[in-house]
């Protein structure tokens, strides 16, 4: 059980384009959705905590006009990366929990911005 | 200083060894513990919830120190398939954050 699925697993897009990234929990309602970014032999770092039906909390430094979140139901949580740049190339993974349970992890979005 | 800290890494052991790894956290009312471990360019994957009893599965014991506010993970008999970060990770109250430590890095040799 607690299956979360993301999509696409991985996307290759042109500078100045926009990528949409799906996060969905398969057999359980997620009250809560994370985002997080992770850089090659680095950690990972939260980006924004989603709830459900509710604005998206951002960590420092994350641009929310860029990263646009939505979490519009208890088991679907998009992010988009508009305008995307090539710095922004890298590991996207979401997560979900309900209540206080362990965090179930996506299989992850590798973008590549050429 | 960080909300959850890990040994620095990395880890270098021979095949069967027994390792420990231990991640402290700052916030005494933190609720919920759990090891994870991720290989190169996957996703982490939780491996045990921490209880304050301890708990053991298989080759692997985590326990929770409230007063001191550490957890750990003692792996037993490494297999070289134990190779990859471990992350532990500590949800905050009423069920809030998660947050997570920087990571151990595991390398199991023959």
């Known amino acids: 059980g607690a299956v979360v699925s993301q999509h696409p697993s991985r996307v290759i897009c042109k500078s100045g384009t926009s990528v949409k990234i799906e996060c969905r929990s398969l057999d359980f309602q997620a009250t809560t959705m994370f985002w997080y970014r992770q850089f090659p032999k680095q950690s990972l770092m939260l980006m924004a905590t989603s709830n459900e039906g509710s604005k998206a909390t951002y960590e420092q430094g994350v641009e929310k006009d860029k990263f646009l979140i939505n979490h519009a139901s208890l088991t679907l949580s998009t992010l988009t990366v508009t305008s995307a740049h090539p710095e922004d190339s890298s590991f996207y993974i979401c997560?979900?929990?309900?209540?206080?349970?362990?965090?179930?992890f996506g299989n992850g979005t590798r973008l590549t911005v050429t | 200083r960080k909300e959850v800290e890990q040994d620095p890494g990395p880890f270098n052991v021979p095949e069967g060894a027994t390792v420990a790894f231990n991640c402290t956290y700052s916030n005494s009312a933190s609720q919920s513990f759990f090891w994870y471990r991720q290989d190169c360019r996957k996703e982490p994957k939780l491996l045990m919830s921490v209880y304050s009893s301890g708990n053991e599965d298989g080759r692997f014991t985590a326990q929770l120190n409230r007063a001191s506010q550490y957890i750990s993970l003692l792996i037993r008999d490494s297999k070289l398939s134990d190779s990859a970060t471990y992350l532990c990770?500590?949800?905050?109250?009423?069920?809030?954050?998660?947050?997570f430590g920087d990571g151990t890095t595991l390398t199991v040799k023959p």
């Open positions: 997560s979900a929990r309900t209540g206080n349970s362990p965090l179930h």
């Open positions: 990770v500590v949800n905050g109250v009423n069920a809030g954050k998660s947050t």
